[in-house]
C-alpha cells in the first residue's frame, strides 16, 4: 500500500506526517523507517522509529532511491512501514512522470513485501497527475 499526502509547502504535510508515524509506533508489528531530507523530526518523533538522514547519502536519482529502499529492507525484513518525507527533496527532482513512475515500483515492493509506504510530497494537489492522484 502507498499513500500520498500532497500540497502546497505550509499545507501541513510534516505534521500531519510526525502524527502518522507517531501512531505507528502503537499499531505495527514491526519496524518502522522514516526518511527525510533534514533533522527536522528528530525531536518530534518516537525513539523507536529509525530515522534516516538522506542528505548523509546524497540520492541524486530515483534508481539509487530504490536501491536505498531495497537495502533497508534487506537488511531489515522486520520494517513494516516507511515514510518518506518529502519525497522531491529527497531525491532533487521537480513532481514529473518520473515521480508516478518511482510510486508505481513502491507500490509493487509494498505488494511483494507486505510493506506500507506514506510519502508526502509538495506540491499543489490539484495539479497532481492520475498516476499520483491514484495513490492520494
Known amino acids: ?3 500520498v499526502i500532497m500540497g502546497k509547502k505550509g499545507s501541513g504535510k510534516t505534521k500531519q506526517m510526525i502524527d502518522l508515524i507517531n501512531a505507528a509506533v502503537g499499531t505495527e508489528h514491526g519496524n ?3 526518511i527525510e531530507r533534514n533533522r527536522a523530526m528528530t525531536y518530534t518523533i518516537d525513539y523507536s ?9 546524497d540520492i541524486t536519482s530515483f534508481e539509487f ?3 536505498m529502499i531495497s537495502g533497508l529492507y534487506a537488511g531489515n525484513y522486520d520494517i513494516t512501514h516507511m515514510f518518506i518525507d ?4 529527497v531525491v532533487p527532482v521537480e513532481p514529473s512522470p518520473d515521480v ?13 513485501n507486505n510493506i506500507k509506504f506514506t510519502v508526502t510530497i509538495s506540491d499543489d ?11 492520494f
Request: net charge negative.
Open 1 to 3: 500500500m502507498v499513500r
Open 32 to 34: 518502522v523507517v522514516c
Open 49 to 57: 522509529i529509525r530515522l534516516v538522514e538522506a542528505s548523509d547519502y
Open 65 to 67: 532511491m530504490k536501491g
Open 86 to 89: 518529502s519525497l522531491c527533496r
Open 100 to 112: 508516478e513512475e518511482f510510486l508505481d515500483w513502491l507500490d509493487a515492493f509494498s505488494e511483494k
Open 125 to 135: 494537489a490539484e495539479l497532481a497527475r492520475e498516476g499520483v492522484r491514484k495513490y
